[in-house]
C-alpha cells in the first residue's frame, strides 16, 4: 500500500527536525581542538600540558592552544571569575606561572589553588610559558612575549643533595630586553585587571 502524502503540520516538524540535526552536525564539525605544532621539540609534553589545560582551566580562561574560551569577550558582562586570556596575556617566566598553579593566582580570591599538581602543573605552566601572549597588543619600544626569555624550573625537591639539578630548558634574552619588560608587565596586568575584573 503506498502511503499517504503527509499533511502540513508533520511536513514542518520533520522539516524543523531535519534542520536541527544538520545544525548540530555542522557545529560538531567545527569545534577547536588543541593545536601544538608538531615541530614543538616538547611536543608530548606540550600535548600533555595543553589537555590538562583544557580539562582543568577552559571554565575561566581562553587560550587558543588549549581550544578554550572562557575569558568574557565583553568585559561589562564578564563575571567576576573571568580569567585573563592567555592568547592576549604573556605568562613568562615560568616559575611565575608555577607559582599561580600552586596558589591559586596572585591573589587566591577565585582560582582555586593546586589545580594541577607535581608534574603535571609543571608541564601546564610550561605550556603556558610558550605559547601564551602569541596575540599580545605590540607597544612600540617593548620587547614582544617572543623576545621574553620562558626561564627555568628548578627540579622538584626529591633531588638528593649530591643529585645534578635538572632544570628545563631556557630562551635567553638579553638583559635589557627583560628590564624593559617588566615595566610593560605591570602596565599590562593592570590593564588586564581592569579588562577582565580578574585579579589572578
Known amino acids: 500500500m503506498i502511503p499517504g502524502r503527509m499533511n502540513r503540520p508533520s511536513r514542518l ?31 608530548q609534553s606540550d600535548v600533555a600540558g595543553a589537555t590538562l589545560f583544557s ?25 567576576d571569575i573571568n580569567g585573563p586570556d592567555f592568547d592576549q596575556r604573556c605568562e613568562r617566566p615560568v616559575d611565575r606561572v608555577l607559582y599561580a598553579i600552586e596558589n591559586g593566582g596572585f591573589s587566591g580570591a577565585y582560582m582555586p589553588a593546586n589545580v594541577v599538581v607535581g608534574q603535571q602543573a609543571r608541564e601546564v605552566a610550561m605550556f603556558v610559558a610558550r605559547f601564551s601572549g602569541t596575540q599580545e597588543p605590540t607597544i612600540p619600544g617593548q620587547p614582544t612575549c617572543a623576545q621574553e626569555p620562558i626561564g627555568t624550573l628548578i627540579a622538584p625537591a626529591t ?10 630548558a631556557v630562551a635567553a634574552v638579553a638583559p635589557s630586553a627583560t628590564a624593559a619588560r617588566t615595566g610593560k608587565k605591570t602596565k599590562a596586568t593592570g590593564k588586564q585587571k581592569a579588562k577582565t575584573g580578574a585579579t589572578y
Open 13 to 43: 516538524l520533520f522539516t524543523a527536525l531535519a534542520a536541527i540535526a544538520l545544525a548540530v552536525s555542522a557545529a560538531a564539525c567545527g569545534t577547536e581542538r588543541i593545536h601544538i605544532p608538531k615541530s614543538d621539540p616538547n611536543y
Open 55 to 79: 580539562q582543568r582551566c577552559a571554565g575561566c580562561h581562553t587560550f587558543s592552544f588549549a581550544a578554550t574560551h572562557g575569558s568574557a569577550a565583553n568585559i561589562r558582562t564578564a563575571q
Open 159 to 168: 633531588a638528593t643533595a649530591g643529585s645534578p639539578t635538572a632544570t628545563t
